[in-house]
């Protein structure tokens, strides 16, 4: 999925806030994002549903109970990558090995280049 761009900076915001322990800069990031997703259509990004997580207790207590019940749902309904992913079962008796690609770190926010961007750098440089 790919978000807006007002949604990325919201993202990386909200992340340099929490990163700097002012929750009341992410609560604000986080609900401006769902009323202005909601306003445009679009779906929010994975990542809001960490963040809100890492504040939801804070938020309780800072936020009026009809915004916390808003951002709550809109954080609940965000779809996760991938479903099937979300609902394997670790256990004993059936052993998962989980496989990634080179290319795995590639997407945001790691943006860690993949082997054809990374080699020629590494050449110039040299």
């Known amino acids: ?3 807006s761009e007002k949604q990325s900076r919201y ?3 909200a992340l340099q806030a929490l990163r700097r322990r002012d929750f009341d800069e992410v609560l604000h990031r986080i609900y401006r994002i769902v009323v202005d997703a909601t306003e445009d259509g ?3 990004d994975e990542q809001w549903r960490h963040l809100w997580d890492k504040v939801r207790d804070y938020a309780l207590d800072e936020m009026p109970d009809e915004i916390y019940r808003r951002v709550d749902k809109a954080i609940e309904d965000i779809k996760r990558v991938d479903e099937k992913l979300w609902q394997v079962r670790l256990s004993e ?3 998962v090995t989980i496989l990634l690609g080179a290319g795995a770190s590639k997407p945001s926010p790691s943006n ?3 082997v054809t961007e990374f080699l020629p ?3 110039r440089r040299a």
């Open 1 to 3: 999925m790919s978000i």
């Open 11 to 13: 993202l990386r915001s």
């Open 42 to 44: 679009e779906e929010l």
């Open 93 to 95: 008796e059936q052993p």
């Open 112 to 114: 860690i280049p993949v």
């Open 121 to 123: 750098e590494l050449w």
